[in-house]
């Protein structure tokens, strides 16, 4: 275990705590993309390379744009309105870091529990032979989920059209 | 990286994963704006791929956890499509992304 992974893993959660507490939405979601970004070099650094360019460009790109168009489509709030309603926000937002504090703290109390690793079986082969020999059924799945995602999108895009008239 | 102790290993990325689900679960609980509980949902997911692909480094099975992680990918794309279809709507007839509101909603 290196510092760097140390170092990753640190400002990712800060990261996501920034997203979590950040002022306004858009905040949040460039909090998110740098959390994408960070666990996107750390699958790259324990040797999944595949998994990380998914992360990298789906989660760090097309998610972002999918919330910034999203953002941009409901109304904007004046920076009046955002100020109030953050203040609103940190009443509830104020315990977050405090649990994680604590939670952190619990973690390190505890220490390393014994009998943590398992048998690990067979080790098999590389992952185009996974996806596409083993685990044809996830892919047939993941069509699935596509076409039901864009049939999703259009019915209730379609639907916001026919309250516009 | 260099596989040193898997038991260090799994306890520093669980360690990490369950903050993450942490901050996740309460973003959850205490939100009421719609797109931010997407976002903790999101959260969430990254715990949970994070994790997985820790486990799959230590038990030497890559390959395997690298494909269910790009499932879990897919999946987290369409949510994130949905609902962003969902909160336009919500928008649409509530003027604002507040999560109380949906009480109004028939059914």
Known sequence: MN???IVLLVAMTLAAVWSV?????????IGLAVTSAILSILIFRLGSPLAAVFELSVCTGLITVVFVSTI???????????????KKRNRRFIYLPIILGLVAFALIRAGIPKGLIMSTGETVGNVTEVLWNMRQLDMFGQVILIIAGALGVVVLFAEAKDDAK | MTPNNPSELLYVFGSFTILLLVAGFYCLVVTR????AVIAIELLIKAVTLFFIAVGY???????TQALVITVIVVEV???VIAGGIAI?????NDSLDITLLNKLKG
Do not use: N
């Open chain 2, 78 to 80: 369409v949510v994130v």
């Open chain 2, 89 to 93: 709507s919500v928008f649409r007839k």
């Open chain 2, 58 to 64: 230590i038990t030497g099975k890559p390959a395997l």
């Open chain 1, 3 to 5: 510092t760097i992974d």
């Open chain 1, 72 to 86: 941009s489509l409901t109304k904007p709030l004046t920076h009046k309105d955002i100020i109030e309603m953050s």
């Open chain 2, 33 to 36: 704006s719609f797109l931010r």
């Open chain 1, 21 to 29: 507490m950040g002022r306004s939405l858009l905040k949040a979601t």
